[in-house]
């Protein structure tokens, strides 16, 4: 039996034991995107030669491009991490692996420049990083993690200028000679969640093969994020744009009114980008009660989670038509999971609630609208503001005002040779939304935060709504036949 007959076995028997382990649910959801996908997704990813045509920008970019315009100077789509580093760190070496980074993926060191009336992506640019270099080492030791906070918070709330590249910052703090803080911090115009996964795991490669004196073993890019953005615009048209658009016109067809939240403070004419987070953890015995919940009812965590806040929406402000906006990958091509670059999409997730429904019965819709806009879930969200003029209110963004992100895929790691890595918690004083609720899972645990715009709440009402949100769940947890309106919150 030859290897490679092997190597074939094995991977077949190891993908029947991956998809015996599937819930009903699952399974369900993934007969229908690969159905979708043999039907739809016939159009070939292919690279183009970069220097002899710029590439467009994609829908996602160009939609950013736009609210950069509408609101200059905003850090609110600044993609940061910050981590402690305790043990040695090689400078140069650092410096080195983030340039090896830089030159790799274009969309980094890219600039946005206007052609022929329409904005291209101009990759034909020399850029080089320069970390930013901050030494605290002389302040009273007491003071110096409060300074490096505040001066981290300082950078990861500096604006981009999207007319000028790179789109890669960093910054090494030193509180000594073997304890320092590194920030990396992006424009989300050339990344997203899962580019930081990416990123991560490619700094910690190129670092360590710095530091022993070899080249990264790292896999050619077929693509670049500019022949995505061809790709997108080439797909969406024809059969497939009359299909979604058909599909999201009825889902988001009537009356679509935005939610009022009840807020400290009176809504400025124009969206305000002040922010903050406030931090959370579920209790263990509640986290492990929304595992087993999900596992016994043949759901998803991220559809219990997503009805719990729709409840808690809806005792806020009386809602029964309740909209919220949830981030997806949409890597649903495997060339695009090594790509750094912005391809999350966002679905509009509308759950009716009226009828005051059990718990139960709340889920099973949460359940069906879920399901149905994974199946739709590659129409651009920013086709589908424009389709359906949903942007002329600038006080509020358009079809949805809440977001929720559920992160369960393991965050990779930022290892730096014999260093301790530590991630940092940080804000930058910035708010995408009038109100986000994100939930990580970890080692069978959730924890996240809620992150507000401060223009409309108060910190202490955020609170409120965190601890009423953990209430409501456990009460649902409890008593999933009691009706919404009958939740303790």
């Known amino acids: 039996m030859s290897t490679d007959y092997k190597s074939k076995h094995n991977f077949h028997r190891d993908l029947a034991n991956r998809l015996d382990k599937l819930s009903p649910v699952k399974r369900r959801l993934l007969k229908k995107q690969m159905k979708s996908r043999i039907q739809t997704n016939t159009a070939k990813l292919q690279a183009v030669d970069n220097s002899r045509t710029p590439a467009p920008l994609s829908y996602n970019q160009q939609r ?9 100077d905003s850090a609110r789509y600044n993609v940061y991490r910050a981590w402690h580093i305790e043990g040695p760190l090689d400078l140069p070496s650092l410096d080195s692996a983030l340039q090896t980074i830089l030159d790799r993926h274009q969309i980094l060191k890219m600039c946005i420049r206007e052609s022929n009336d329409k904005l291209i992506q101009d990759t034909d640019v020399a850029a080089t990083v320069s970390t930013i270099l901050v030494d605290l080492e002389f302040a009273l030791q007491q003071n110096r993690e409060k300074l490096a906070i505040d001066r981290i918070t300082e950078e990861a709330g500096t604006p981009f200028d999207l007319s000028v590249g790179p789109f890669l910052r960093s910054m090494v703090i030193k509180l000594s000679d073997n304890h320092h803080i590194l920030l990396i911090v992006l424009h989300h115009i050339a990344s997203d969640g899962w580019s930081c996964r990416v990123f991560q795991d490619e700094l910690s490669r190129c670092y360590e093969a710095v ?5 990264p073993e790292l896999t050619d890019l077929a693509f670049q994020y500019g022949d995505y953005a061809r790709h997108q615009r080439a797909s969406y048209s024809g059969k497939r744009r009359v299909s979604l658009l058909r599909y999201w016109r009825k889902q988001l067809a009537g009356s679509l ?11 400025p004419a124009i969206q305000s980008d002040r922010g903050d987070k406030l931090q959370f953890y579920l209790d263990p015995g509640l986290s492990k009660a929304a595992y087993e919940f999900s596992r016994q009812h043949g759901i998803t965590l991220f559809m219990l989670l997503t009805a719990a806040l729709n409840v808690l929406l809806h005792r806020y402000t009386g809602a029964l038509d309740i909209s919220i906006g949830s981030p997806i990958a949409n890597r649903t091509r495997p060339e695009l999971e090594s790509l750094i670059g912005y391809i999350t999409n966002t679905n509009v997730l509308r759950t009716d609630l009226s009828g005051n429904p059990s718990f139960m019965e709340l889920v099973q819709r949460v359940k069906r609208v879920a399901l149905d806009a994974y199946l739709y879930q590659d129409m651009p969200f920013e086709e589908l503001v424009a389709e359906l003029r949903q942007d002329e209110d600038l006080s509020r963004t358009p079809l949805y005002q809440v977001a929720f992100i559920l992160q369960n895929t393991p965050e990779a790691r930022l290892q730096l040779h014999d260093a301790r890595v530590t991630p940092m918690k940080i804000s930058n004083g910035t708010s995408k939304f009038d109100l986000s609720l994100c939930i990580n899972t970890k080692n069978g645990y959730l924890s996240g935060f809620w992150e507000y715009c401060t223009d409309l709440f108060e910190r202490a009402t955020v609170d409120r709504l965190a601890t009423n949100y953990q209430t409501l769940l456990a009460a649902a947890l409890t008593d999933p036949d009691q009706t919404i309106a009958g939740l303790q919150i």
């Open 64 to 72: 950013l491009w736009f609210l950069d315009r509408c609101l200059p």
């Open 211 to 215: 530091r022993c004196g070899r080249a």
């Open 257 to 267: 009114e935005p939610l009022d939240l009840p807020t400290d403070f009176p809504r």
